[in-house]
């Protein structure tokens, strides 16, 4: 017989509005308290602790509209944060510090999170749904200075980027793009060109979050429907489907693969979260919690496999933070 479902491991309370992001910061060079980043509808960033289970600092910069994006910049006290107020905001926190240090205004009035990849010491690439409805713009941080501004071809009816996420195989190599679009494609694009290298139709409904594995040269995404869509690319940089898997209920808010490759989470507009093998999308558990749409799910970065997170926000206000599969 299958075990049943573990509870969660605890639960974090208090944002008093729906959680749309999560980001940990646990691993890293840094010392000091394992850390989770949230963002509310409300407008807050929220700084958990994750051995008090109580909030360490509470961010305010987006003048109450929505935050659906939180990541950080190289150390926990350098942070990024993306609202409905058309911000990209970056925090400096060391210090005690609790104001925004610089932001960007994205005239975007969607909610397409942005993506953040490293290129170098100090050099962040920041992609974004830019102001024309079906424009992906990239900057570099800190200066802010544009690299390109990726332009759909005529008659591509692609409608909106709903999700997107940078890559590169390894530090030295271009940096990519895939973005899921209203129409249901996923499009890769070229940044030094300006182009799109492949394109390919994995949804019949926008597609709302995807998340990619550059080692296996496979991803995977969601929509509103009741299928998961996997994919890979292939040395000729095209898209090709590679299996689908069908969902008991519709809608997937969020999707991401743990960093070591092995397990991937789902969150669910039917309140719960889906684990699933990252190999064969075998579905190992489902996290049966909370009483409203999941909004997001984030892994931990723990540099030790059995102190591993997962953390789930949803529109019920709560964070439900769960230990499972840790064993690698």
């Not at 049966?288 to 931990?300: E, G, Q, R």
Request: aromatic share 8%.
């Amino acid at each position: 017989m299958a075990l049943p479902p573990p509870d969660p491991q605890f639960v974090l309370r208090g944002t008093s509005a729906a959680v749309h992001t999560l980001h940990f910061s646990c691993g890293g060079q840094e010392p000091g308290v394992p850390t989770l980043f949230s963002g509310s509808e409300n407008g807050f960033i929220h700084v958990w602790n994750l051995k008090t289970h109580r909030v360490d600092t509470e961010l305010d910069g987006h003048g109450r509209k929505s935050v659906y994006c939180v990541e950080t910049i190289g150390s926990k006290n350098r942070l990024l944060s993306q609202g409905r107020d058309q911000r990209i905001c970056l925090w400096d926190l060391a210090e005690g510090r609790t104001s925004v240090m610089d932001s960007v205004f994205t005239e975007n009035v969607g909610f397409c999170r942005c993506s953040l990849l490293k290129v170098a010491e100090g050099r962040w690439l920041v992609a974004m749904a830019a102001k024309a409805l079906e424009e992906v713009q990239v900057l570099e941080l800190p200066s802010k200075t544009s690299v390109c501004t990726l332009k759909p071809e005529v008659g591509a009816k692609l409608g909106m980027p709903m999700c997107l996420k940078l890559w590169q195989l390894n530090c030295g190599s271009q940096p990519l793009l895939l973005a899921g679009y209203e129409d249901g494609s996923v499009v890769l694009w070229n940044l030094s060109m300006g182009k799109v290298l492949s394109q390919l139709v994995c949804h019949q409904e926008p597609v709302m979050s995807l998340d990619f594995d550059s080692e296996k040269a496979k991803g995977i995404s969601g929509s509103s429907e009741k299928v998961l869509s996997i994919w890979s690319l292939n040395e000729q940089q095209n898209l090709q489907v590679y299996k689908t898997h069908k969902l008991v209920n519709a809608g997937i808010s969020d999707i991401t693969i743990r960093p070591d490759k092995k397990i991937l989470a789902t969150a669910g507009w039917d309140h719960r979260i889906r684990i699933f093998g990252w190999k064969k999308l075998k579905p190992l558990a489902v996290l049966d919690y909370h009483t409203a749409t999941v909004h997001c799910v984030s892994f931990s970065d723990h540099k030790n496999p059995s102190e591993r997170l997962l953390a789930a926000g949803s529109k019920d206000h709560r964070i439900s933070i769960w230990s499972i599969y840790t064993q690698t």
